[in-house]
Every structure is written in C-alpha cells, then in structure tokens.
C-alpha cells in the first residue's frame, strides 16, 4: 500500500549549514537533510526519512539473501562472555570490544560480529549432513568501540550489518555458498545503485577467491585500492603484483666501485652521481624471526613493511636497531650490496630482475658500484612483490597505467574454513556414518554504511540524490504556497498515492517557495513535482533531480509518465 506523507505532519528539521564537526559529504548531507542525528560519537539516531532508506537497502538485502536460499534469524547483540573466550576473539579484539558485567558480576559483550554464536546455533540444531548445508543470516545491530568513529554512519560504533554464515560437510560446498553469496552481493549493490568493485582481500598466501571485498569507490572512503582505467582489474593496494622483464646485460661491462663519500641515502647518492634514484638498488636490512635479511628495491621505490610481513606471515618482521650491525663487519649501513652479502638472505622486488644493472653499495664504508647485473654480479633468493604501489604502475592484466583511489568497504566474503567448527567440534554424522567435520563461510555487508556510501557516491553540490530504489520516497510534490496550489498539490498526491507511488508532498503553510524548492533538493527525491505558476490551469511541472530536466504536464500527465518510469 503506497502511501502520501505530508511534510506538514512530517518529523524534520532541515539545516543550511553543515554540523561543525562534520568532515564528509554524508554526514553533513544526512545531517542536514534530517536523516540522522547524533546521539553520542559513533551513535546515531535514525529519524523518519533516514528510517525508510534504511528500510529499503534492508528490504533489497533481504529479498536477495532468501534468493540464495538464506533463511533469516535474528541472534541477540548482547552475547555471553565464554565462546569468544573459546575462541580467543575476547582478547584478541582489545578495545574494540564493548565489555559489560550483568548485576551477577558475569562477563558480557556485545556482539562486533557472531560466528562463535552461529556455530554453536547449527551445533545444536543441525546432527546429521542431511541437515546441511545451510546458510543462516540477520540483519542486526553490532557494536565495535571503533578508535576513530567518523564520518556519519560510514563507521559508527553502533551500526547495522547484514552477517551470513554457510556451513557445509564439504570443501566444494563451501566454494558454492561463497559462489551464491558473491553473485548476491553483485545483485544487490547493482540493485541499490551502488557503484563497486570486488578486489581480493590478501595477497598470495591465502589465495585469490578466499576472500574479497566489495569497494564503493567515493573520495572520503578510508581504504586505497587500484583500478584500472582500460579493463576490469582492481585490487587492494597490498595484493597488486608487478609482471616482470629480464634486462639485457650483454653489453654491460664489469662492476666498477665508485668513490662515493658521504652518500648513505638514496638521495645524497643520486645527486652526488647525477642519476635518476631509479638507476639505484636500496637495500632495506630487516630482521625476520630476529635474522638480518636484505630487502632489495629500485632507489626511487618505498617497502611496503605490511605487505613484506604478509609474504613472510607468520615469521615477525622488523626493522634493524644500530646494536644489529654490532659483530657484523660484513654489513656496512649505508653502503649494502647485494654482491658480496654471502651470509644474507637476499629477498627483492620482480622490477629487479635477472639482467638488470644497478648502482648499488659497494659493501665498503663512502664507496658504491655500478654494473652490477642482477643473476650475474649476485643471486636473489625470493622474488616478492614489496613495493608501495603508485599511481602509473602498469596494471598486470593489460598493462596499462593504474589508478591509486580510494574507496568505502561496503561487503566482506569470507571462506572461513573449519576454523570455528574445530574451536566447538561442530560435526555433523556423514553418509558413512561417521562424524564430519562441518566447514564455514562468513559474510557481511555494511547496511547502514551502504547508506552512507551511497551519499557519498550520489549527492551532488544541492544535496542528497537517491536512487529510486531506496529514495524515501518516488516523487516529491511541491505546493509553491497559495491555497489553490496546496489544493493542486494534494489532488495529484492523492492520485499519485492510489496509482501505487509513494509520495512526499511539501504542504507545509508559511514556508518560502525558495525554502521549499532547496528542501526538495536537499532531500533528494529523485522526481520533484511542482504545483506553481500554472496550477489554475491543471499544469505541474515536473523536474527530475539529477538531470534537472523539466518539463510541463497535467495531472494525467504527470501521473501516466511518474507510474511508467522505471528508473
Ligand atoms: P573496516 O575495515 O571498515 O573496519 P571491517 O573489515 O572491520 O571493516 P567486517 O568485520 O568485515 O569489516 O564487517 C563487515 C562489514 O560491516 C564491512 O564490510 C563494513 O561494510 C561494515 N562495517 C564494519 N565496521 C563498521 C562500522 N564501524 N560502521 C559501519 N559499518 C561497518
Ligand atoms: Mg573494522
């Protein structure tokens, strides 16, 4: 039942200005718009407009997790202490966990996201593989004591996720339910509007597909990621990987030292030679596992320690102290060559591949060398992608320049494994009559992050600009003032009611044609309808809010073409 909601009776309080401390585009926009409003930091309260569009990215969400065959619960947010404790989560989350004692003294939290609890919900439901596989989802509220919240509801510490499980006996049941779920999530978001990317969520150890993110690329998003602007490929900034081209180091003579003094860095080396920082190796000296490895890389490229540590997981990487170089005559800081470092692991970057020259340290305090031939003049032990990516990088499907952007997590697939069924022996009886162990998946979507980042993505310099299919409403009818207009107004919300639309129609008395016009675009109905100069006569004009196309109809008009359009 489609339904007309006057502004008159309507709960909402529209602001010029943006909230002092309000830094991105949603939070003012949402702010001002009357959407949301600040209870606490990181707490929002959803107000009558933000209310339906929360609604309506939960209505899409819903209808395609029970697509995939999702059955909905709903778990509770305040959760007992003892299977995160099992599971090492209680300590692991320091203080992003919300902690609380009920008047027994007994540990409580709430819920930052629920696979302890979800496993041992199958674990009591589900004894034999013909109760598999199941997937199980809520749409709930979750509660993480996030360092920084910021930007409006794009990371509250209260906030609204959709969270799935799978559970499956086998490993090829787990790759379908993460299938189901991923062709969801693309539903969805095209569904919503939300423009987005999937990257692979690590690099190389776990495998591409165990997991991957859903991107919202926006400005005020806190994640970096690549893209490339000729074909499909996207990643996160750690997993992009370089494809390498050996040099061609015939006509390159022996390796000649340099006297070099006073050039311990890159820069001081460079100038003091008059060559580009990329005609040089950097050797970066870390520890792994408290042993001195060499890490090499062109002069003008910077380690990536995150991706390094990735690479190496679970080994611990740091970096050197001065005391490391106490004993050690071969190592002298400054002035590292990989030729002539017998006793070091030598690990560096694709981009210095065999046949490639450098000019690199000579090993011998204020002295460099050049010529010297990666696969000729020294040996790399592992080839690993370590460098910061930047902007220009050629992308490795087709090579062409890559973008650095930024974007705003909106979804998380996961291939959890057996992980949570191994901490609560969740097995189910197999077809053989034996106990299987059951494997899992884990998948979440921001839903009121969505909401934020579909802000941030439409809004334009005049306010909010929702897709149809999670605007408050379809049509927004504008009375300019006089009663005969306000009449008008309310005719054809009537009718516009009845023909299945859902209305907001401004009959608000004593506000300003131009107040109610800015309103309107503010609040971002995707169709603005104004009963003004020509309501005498039976003409509305009808504006579109994105395009700012109008155009002049009649009631009967305007209704046939505001109950055709689909978009
Ligand atoms: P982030 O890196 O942004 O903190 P996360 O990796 O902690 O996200 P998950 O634990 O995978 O996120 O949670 C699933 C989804 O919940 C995320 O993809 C994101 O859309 C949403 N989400 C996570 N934290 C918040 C938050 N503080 N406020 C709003 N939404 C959030
Ligand atoms: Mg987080």
Not at 17 to 24: F, G, H, I, K, L
Not at 109 to 115: D, I, Q, R, S, Y
Not at 212 to 228: H, I, M, N, S, Y
Request: charged share 25%; proline share 5%; hydrophobic share 40%.
């Amino acid at each position: 039942m489609a339904q007309v909601q006057r502004m008159s009776r309507l709960m909402i309080k529209t602001l010029r200005d943006d909230p002092a401390d309000a830094e991105t585009l949603n939070h003012k926009l949402l702010v001002r718009a009357g959407y949301v409003r600040r209870t606490a930091a990181g707490i929002w309260s959803w107000l009558p407009l933000g209310k339906k569009v929360l609604e309506n990215v939960i209505r899409v969400v819903r209808e395609e997790m029970d697509a995939i065959g999702g059955q909905e619960v709903l778990l509770p947010a305040l959760l007992p202490k003892d299977p995160y404790e099992a599971s090492g989560r209680y300590d692991e989350y320091g203080d992003l966990l919300f902690r609380l004692q009920d008047r027994k003294g007994s540990d409580y939290l709430l819920g930052p996201t629920h696979e302890e609890i979800f496993t041992q919900v199958v674990k009591d439901m589900c004894s034999s593989y013909k109760d598999l596989p199941v997937i199980l989802y809520q749409i709930q509220t979750k509660y993480r004591d996030e360092a920084r919240p910021r930007a409006g509801v794009l990371r509250g510490r209260e906030f609204q996720m959709k969270d799935s499980y799978s559970f499956d006996t086998t490993d090829e049941g787990l790759v379908e339910a993460y299938q189901l779920h991923r062709a969801a999530y693309i539903r969805i978001f095209e569904r919503l509007g939300l423009d987005h990317r999937i990257v692979s969520a690590v690099s190389g150890a776990m495998g591409g597909s165990a997991s991957e993110e859903f991107l919202a690329p926006a400005p005020a998003g806190e994640d970096t990621f690549v893209d490339c602007p000729n074909c499909d490929y996207a990643a996160n900034t750690e997993a992009v990987t370089f494809n390498a081209t050996a040099g061609d180091a015939s006509g390159i003579g022996p390796v000649e030292e340099l006297d070099t003094p006073d050039t311990p860095t890159i820069e001081t080396l460079a100038a003091h030679l008059g060559v580009p920082a990329s005609a040089t190796l950097k050797n970066l000296l870390v520890k792994v596992d408290g042993e001195i490895v060499a890490v090499g890389v062109p002069g003008d490229r910077e380690v990536d320690l995150g991706k390094l540590g990735e690479h190496l997981a679970p080994a611990v990487v740091e970096l050197v102290t001065a005391e490391d170089f106490v004993g050690r005559p071969d190592l002298v800081r400054g002035y590292v060559g990989p030729q002539g470092l017998e006793k070091v692991r030598y690990i560096a970057d694709p981009r210095v591949a065999a046949g490639t020259a450098w000019i690199t340290g000579a090993n011998k305090d204020g002295k460099h060398a050049k010529n010297v031939v990666a696969g000729r003049d020294f040996e790399v032990d592992d080839y690993l992608d370590v460098v910061v990516v930047e902007a220009g990088d050629p992308c490795p499907k087709c090579g062409t320049g890559l973008q650095v952007d930024r974007a705003i997590e909106i979804g998380h697939i996961f291939q959890l494994g057996r992980k949570y069924a191994d901490i609560f022996a969740l097995d189910v009886l197999g077809q053989q009559g034996k106990p299987v162990r059951v494997t899992m998946g884990s998948y979440g979507i921001g839903v009121s992050r969505a909401v934020a980042a579909l802000a941030e993505q439409t809004a334009d310099d005049k306010g909010l600009c929702w897709p149809r299919e999670v605007a408050p409403a379809d049509v927004h009818v504008v009375a300019a003032g006089k009663a005969l207009q306000t009449e008008l107004a309310l005719d054809v919300s009537e009718k516009l009611g009845a023909a299945g639309l859902r209305v907001l129609v401004d009959d608000r008395a004593g506000v300003s044609p131009g107040v109610k016009f800015t309103d309107s675009e503010l609040i971002g109905v995707p169709k603005i309808l104004v009963a003004g100069r020509r309501s005498a006569e039976g003409v509305l004009e009808l504006k579109d809010r994105r395009t700012g196309e109008r155009e002049e109809l009649t009631v009967d008009e305007a209704i046939a073409r505001l109950t055709q359009q689909q978009d």
